[in-house]
């Protein structure tokens, strides 16, 4: 992860408040693709993977920490700023029926995730948030690409990936989220 140094700006200051309003929404899609990769792991076993290659569980299993890595730096960031943190609201996702339905729904996900963070970088002006949410950015890439070569997709099918407003990014993947104060 990008060094992180003091963030300077406070809540109170109009810098942040873009800046908190973008990391809470990403975190907020952290959550639900650690919660994505936590229910597959605890679903399936190594071996129901195997048909993928040998290294696809390790993988996941990296997939999962970097996911938790990515929402431990995002909190961080929010809490420097001074403002409260979005919680984890929990996720709907299925009891996946097999290794290929959490693959298809994962491809969905991490696309969605790459376009989310495409399109709410250029609104960052904090150096230090600017690097870790395009640190994070790649590495969503990366997944993304994996998912979609086990899926069958081309890793990169365009030249340049396609950014998504956040009501685009809501849409595809409101049947993933639970709201805060929906029962669980």
């Known amino acids: 992860m990008a060094a992180m140094a003091p963030v300077p700006a406070r809540a109170q200051d109009p810098r942040a ?11 907020r899609l952290e959550y639900l693709q650690q919660a994505l990769y936590r229910r ?7 071996g129901d993977f195997t048909p993928y290659g040998a290294s696809t569980w390790g993988t996941l299993l990296m997939f999962e920490e970097q996911e938790t890595t990515h929402v431990a730096t995002l909190r961080d960031f929010v809490e420097r700023l001074g403002a409260p943190v979005q919680p984890d609201c929990g996720d ?6 097999d290794p290929a339905a959490f693959l298809e729904t994962a491809l969905v996900v991490e696309n969605a995730v790459v376009s989310a963070y495409l399109g709410v970088t250029p609104m960052l002006r904090l150096p230090q948030v600017q690097t870790a949410v395009t640190s994070i950015a ?7 690409a994996f998912v979609g070569f086990l899926n069958g997709v081309a890793p990169a099918p365009a030249a340049a990936d396609t950014p998504r407003a956040r009501a685009e990014v809501a849409q595809l993947l409101a049947p993933y989220f639970r709201s805060c104060g929906e029962a669980s």
């Open 17 to 27: 408040v873009v800046e908190v309003a973008v990391l809470n929404y990403l975190l």
């Open 40 to 46: 597959a792991l605890t679903r399936f076993s190594a």
């Open 92 to 97: 709907r996702f299925p009891r996946f029926r």
């Open 138 to 144: 790649t590495v969503e890439a990366r997944h993304s």
